[in-house]
């Protein structure tokens, strides 16, 4: 795939301006070939090296701007690359620690905040102020592996699954995001695999006789003014509202 390198110096202040697209990219530097920083959806920037090793195309993630200073990062880079050509394993000096998911949620959060409803916005600080964060948040993300988040479920379940449920909804959809972003590598296992969420009860309310005379009392004082409105009702209480989707 073709890429479009900046032939100039790769610089803070260049790093800095990217703004963030609807995919990411990657700003290359015109004095290292192989070198840039790629700029995610998220805002978040990482320094990387890429470059094809024994006929594959690898991507290697040496840090996070502005954590790693440019000048950093570039003599990491050039050291990497000349262990690469020489035929050495083409990992990274050290361990890149990823973001902490208390930091990440709140971009997420911040991210999503105008596309929710506020009901929905309301829902989501709860599940995390009461369930969520209290188990992750203090941990990176690469740190949330599937034992944590099925102990956290099953414990979670012993009271209240329908809760658990969607709290642990509400994590793997933030988790999906961060690998989405480039917040977590390739490499690391998906958590909320193969977590089967508990089994929803069967919900069935009927009105008693009292009820429905109430109800009937109430449709017959409307049935002038909302005619329409009135017979769906009921139809709805005649039948139950027993309808199959595949039936419209």
Request: overall charge positive; proline content about 5%.
């Amino acid at each position: 795939m073709a890429r479009s390198r900046h032939r100039s110096r790769l610089s803070t202040a260049a790093a800095t301006a990217a703004r963030p697209k609807a995919g990411e990219y990657t700003l290359w530097d015109g004095a290292l070939s192989n070198f840039g920083v790629r700029v995610h959806p998220s805002g978040a920037r990482s320094f990387i090296v890429q470059t094809r090793v024994k006929g594959r195309m690898r991507k290697i993630t040496l840090g996070r701007f502005p954590d790693m200073g440019i000048t950093e990062a570039r003599k990491e880079a050039a050291a990497l690359l000349a262990r690469i050509w020489a035929g050495e394993d083409p990992a990274p000096a050290h361990a890149v620690k990823t973001t902490l998911f208390r930091d990440f949620a709140a971009r997420y959060r911040e991210t999503h905040r105008n596309r929710w409803k506020p009901a929905t916005l309301e829902v989501w600080d709860i599940y995390m102020r009461n369930r969520v964060m209290p188990a992750f948040g203090r941990l990176r993300l690469d740190r949330i592996d599937h034992a944590r988040v099925s102990a956290w479920f099953d414990a979670a379940s012993a009271d209240r699954p329908g809760a658990a449920n969607r709290a642990f909804e509400v994590l793997r959809a933030m988790l999906k995001t961060a690998r989405q972003w480039g917040e977590l590598g390739e490499s690391v296992p998906d958590a909320c695999a193969n977590i089967t969420p508990n089994p929803r009860r069967p919900v069935a309310r009927y009105l008693d006789e009292e009820e429905f005379r109430r109800l009937g009392a109430v449709l017959d004082r409307h049935q002038q003014s909302q005619p329409w409105r009135v017979a769906a009702l009921r139809l709805l209480s005649l039948t139950g509202a027993r309808w199959r989707s595949r039936a419209w």
